[in-house]
């Protein structure tokens, strides 16, 4: 197994085993709720409840630069628009090619439905991407994009930042599940 191989199925295994199941059959429901007041989310244009929503289309993201301290609590709609857009589409349209893909532009999803396709399509064009790179490319800063790191440190993050946010995304999940319902 080559390192970009092992690199891809260091992240591949958990997608498989712990993410990608947790996420069947979520539902819209599940995807936009707010565990607690002020949570930030995907929004129908227009209602957002941060200082400057992001996105182009229907729905938009709540959104603020520099992030508040401390941070809102977000629903697993916003957590899911986070790791396709951030984690995983910059870092496909810079590496790999294809379209750019930017936070203030990216068409939100307003279905719990329409963002799991979003997230399968982004996370399998990652994954074909880092297990095309040489020895060489991991050793190396990428050529395009503004990121200096070799491109091993960078498939580094992205697979922290994959694993941690679906353990959140899990969590949210089991605690909609247990929710106090008042029955």
Known sequence: MTRSERLAEQLDWHWRKNLR????????????????????????QGRSVAPMPAGAGEWTMDYASPDPVPAP???????????????????VGWHFGGEDIDVQTFPYAGRAEEALKQLDEMYGRWNAGVRKLSDADLANPPAVGPERNPMEIIVQHVNKEVIHH????????????WRDTGR
Request: aromatic residues 12%; glycine residues 8%; negative net charge.
């Open 21 to 44: 199941p947790r996420l069947d059959g979520l539902t819209d429901e599940e995807y936009f709720w707010e565990p607690v007041r002020g949570c930030w989310s995907i929004r129908p």
């Open 73 to 91: 609590v977000t629903t697993i709609a916003w957590r899911m628009a986070h790791v396709i857009v951030s984690c995983l589409g910059y870092r």
């Open 166 to 177: 679906g353990a959140e995304i899990a969590l949210l999940r089991d605690l909609y599940q």
